[in-house]
Nanobody, 128 residues
């Protein structure tokens, strides 16, 4: 059964850091790009970051560039999002998702519409 499970969310003070993890199972992670997305209350889901199947290509939303870092460990079936210098605007439910449409592509897309398989999300709250 294909699954993506996020973890690592929580409450953090402004300026703090969190590391989100996405554990995948039921498919060969090496073949697919993985994206991180977030959705705040009353807002549309937005792309945060993505990483290509090989890990050589990454992309970030302008709002998180220089603060967030995406990485993957295909051998462990894990994808990570290191989030530093968090601010209240980063508060949202964070999701990881797999792009099956562009298997083994050298690039990735920070667009929710390109992803078919989603995790259940993990809450990140940035507040003092």
């Amino acid at each position: 059964q294909l699954r993506l499970v996020e973890s690592g969310g929580g409450l953090v003070q402004p300026g703090g850091s969190l590391r989100l993890s996405c554990a995948v199972s039921g498919f060969t992670l090496d073949y697919y790009a993985i994206g991180w997305f977030r959705q705040a209350p009353g807002k549309e889901r937005e792309g945060v970051s993505c990483i290509s199947s090989s890990g050589r290509s990454t992309d970030y939303a302008d709002s998180v560039k220089g603060r967030f870092t995406i990485s993957r460990d295909n051998a462990k079936n894990m994808v990570y999002l290191q989030m530093n210098s968090l601010n209240p605007e980063d508060t949202a439910v964070y999701y990881c998702a797999a792009d099956f449409r562009h298997a083994r592509s050298s690039v990735c897309f920070v667009k929710p519409a390109e992803y078919e398989h989603w995790g259940q999300g993990t809450q990140v709250t940035v507040s003092s």
